[in-house]
């Protein structure tokens, strides 16, 4: 499913996906490393609850 999702992103001429994953989801990080994705550095992400 995922190749299919970036091969139709390919086709509209989107270069490049990004994917969030949460420090402690070990599994998920483990399944998209496994996967050909590579972890990035060099930004922050910043959230806020406004509850």
């Not at 001429?13 to 972890?39: M, P, Y």
């Not at 922050?44 to 509850?51: A, C, H, L, Q, T």
Request: net charge positive; proline share 0%.
């Amino acid at each position: 499913m995922v190749d299919q999702c970036l091969s139709k992103l390919k086709e509209e001429g989107i270069d490049k996906c990004h994917i969030f994953v949460l420090d402690d989801n070990e599994a998920g990080n483990r399944f998209w490393s496994r996967t050909g994705w590579q972890k990035r550095s060099g930004f922050s992400v910043y959230s806020k609850d406004i509850r």
